[in-house]
């Protein structure tokens, strides 16, 4: 069986998150989507509670948000409980979030990271 990704974005994350489902049903894993479904306005809360509540009730393991910055994603998933979100805009940050801070939900800032 395949580890569920839920993936969620606000419209600054929109485009991203489409590539990043690809790559992650490439990878073996089965991509999750949460939201948004296109790069009209959205309020960013939304995706993130969504994402965040799975892991929360242990539904997934892990998870990712997107939107420009990272950080209001970042601060709305860390509301909820076991929730440990970071925000890394390129690979090392991510493994070292992930290895030193057991980070279980991937914020990436799209405004700030490239292919």
């Known amino acids: 069986m395949k580890e569920v990704i839920p993936i969620g974005a606000d419209h600054a ?4 998150k489409e590539r990043l489902k690809q790559e992650l049903a490439a990878m073996g ?3 999750l989507d949460l939201g948004t479904r296109s790069e009209e306005s959205t309020d960013y809360p939304d995706f993130a509670h969504s994402v965040a509540s799975q892991v929360e009730r ?9 939107c420009g910055t990272g950080l209001g994603m970042a601060y709305v998933a860390n509301r909820h409980r076991g929730v ?7 690979p090392e940050i991510a493994t070292l979030a992930r290895a030193h801070n ?7 800032p799209t405004r700030f990271v490239t292919d």
């Open 29 to 31: 894993y089965e991509p």
């Open 13 to 16: 994350g929109f485009k991203l």
């Open 58 to 66: 242990g539904q997934v393991a892990r998870g990712v948000l997107l």
């Open 84 to 90: 440990r979100a970071a925000v890394a805009w390129n």
């Open 102 to 108: 057991d980070a279980n939900v991937l914020v990436l």
